[in-house]
């Protein structure tokens, strides 16, 4: 779904493909580093006497979930590129709960998830992994706050000052 999400945007926001792009792989890559833990962690999934999972998953190795690292990481790389955040997160967190209701993780398998793909997400989209900073979506610029420091006008967080 998250993939999708990022595809879709790529494919009717030209403007900021770029950002897409990098929110999209940053999703993919939250994946494939969640896959790694599991096979180190090697936590098998829960198991209750008389109470079956409600699905099937395709291993049985259950630290970190991968779908709760890949919501989180989706939820703020997708947030930061443009889409509003508060579906995304109410999007993210239902999921990440889901895995819980599913009988197929212990919470500390979706909190270590969601909290491993904030982290990385939070990396990626500051430019943590890039010696020239962060990626800004085409025809960001960058502006001044009030003591001279650069500030994104994309930036959810960074005041809004003239």
Do not use: C
Not at 22 to 36: D, I
Not at 52 to 71: E, K, Q, R
Not at 109 to 128: H, I, P
């Amino acid at each position: 779904m998250w993939l999708a999400i990022g595809i879709a945007g790529q494919a009717v926001d030209p403007p900021r493909r770029e950002g897409w792009w990098r929110a999209t792989g940053t999703v993919a890559g939250v994946y494939v580093l969640n896959t790694a833990i599991k096979l180190v962690v090697r936590r098998r999934r829960p198991r209750l006497t008389g109470l079956p999972p409600v699905i099937g998953t395709p291993t049985m190795l259950s630290f970190p979930s991968a779908h709760a690292s890949t919501a989180f990481a989706g939820a703020l790389a997708y947030s930061r590129v443009g889409l509003p955040a508060a579906p995304l997160y109410a999007l993210a967190a239902g999921l990440a709960y889901s895995r819980l209701y599913l009988g197929v993780h212990y919470p500390s398998d979706v909190l270590a998830g969601a909290l491993l793909g904030t982290a990385v997400a939070a990396w990626r989209s500051d430019g943590g992994d890039e010696p020239g900073g962060p990626v800004q979506p085409s025809g960001a610029g960058v502006g001044a706050s009030s003591n001279g420091h650069a500030r994104l006008p994309h930036d959810p967080l960074a005041p809004r000052l003239a």
